[in-house]
């Protein structure tokens, strides 16, 4: 059997520009929107591309077992693809999951293990990878996934993020802001659009409390952004600038968005936002800017949207606006 690692299922989600939320600005900035995978996420990218390239290689073959550590929304993408092709999918979740993805990854079939015991650094990534070694020294025919050492990982978004925004741009791109987590995203986005924009500045988007770059931990709430450690596959070489957004601009994030655009996306995508909020007082009229909105913000009613049902934040006030 031959298996492809892009095709009809995942990828080419619009890139759309914002020019409600950034009027008066001079700044274009346009958003891929990952949120419409199938999934929901942008995770489906890797998920997939893992998957298929495993089966393909003969590594993986059905009836064996995929086992990884999740805040969400891989777990989600992940158990939908294993049940497309008869793999069995364990999921380690911790009490930061958001009950609707905690349900679509029983809903797609996988096993869902949560673990409750917060690590030594304040989160629960540590007691997740915990689990997750337990349960593959136990099973012969599980494989670990393992999201942020797998260069697979960052490998689906060179060929199919980064492709595509390059595709669809069609002209220079003077910034790239991506918040991150795994990093895949990131590392696979900026080297593939490098290669045609040497020049292009890459900022990273980090949560406050995240150790990715060595800060000192903190606890965080918005699940999809940040980590307790650093991911193996980050190339911190293609990082010029590092943006650590709290929890509360997160949300004034996404309110801005949905006020102005219409669009109601999850935490790492108003943590986009609010970074870009704090580059665009040193930007040239003209510069344009690029970022993803990688989950959609349904999922996130009780942690982001709950406090403002109408989703109307003070826009100016956040935006630090007189």
Known sequence: MRFSSFGAIGGDTPLVGLPRLFAGTGID??????????????KDRPARHILLSWLASGRLHP??????????NFGVA?????????????LVVDPLVSKMNHALMQHYGAD?????????????????LAMVHK????DPEALWVNQYANDLNWESHYYGTGAEILRDV?????????????????????????????DMRVVAVDAAGSMIFGGPPAPRRIPGIGASRRPEILDESLIDEVIYVTDEEAIDGCHQLLSSEGIMAGGSSGSAIHAIWRLIPRLSSGTRVVTLFPDRGERYLGVIYGDRPNGKGDIRRARGVD
């Open 112 to 128: 869902v293990v949560q673990v409750n015991e917060v690590d030594d650094q304040g989160g629960y990534l540590h007691t997740r």
């Open 135 to 138: 349960i593959v020294r136990h």
């Open 29 to 42: 900035v346009q958003a891929k929107l990952e949120f419409m995978n199938p999934t929901g996420s942008v």
């Open 78 to 90: 992940l158990a939908m693809y294993c049940g497309l092709y008869d793999i069995r999918c364990t």
């Open 63 to 72: 009836g064996m077992r995929l086992v990884e550590s999740t805040s969400g």
């Open 170 to 198: 069609g002209g220079p791109i003077d910034y790239l802001v991506v918040g991150l987590s795994t990093a895949g995203t990131i590392t696979g986005t900026a080297r593939r659009l490098r290669e045609e924009h040497p």
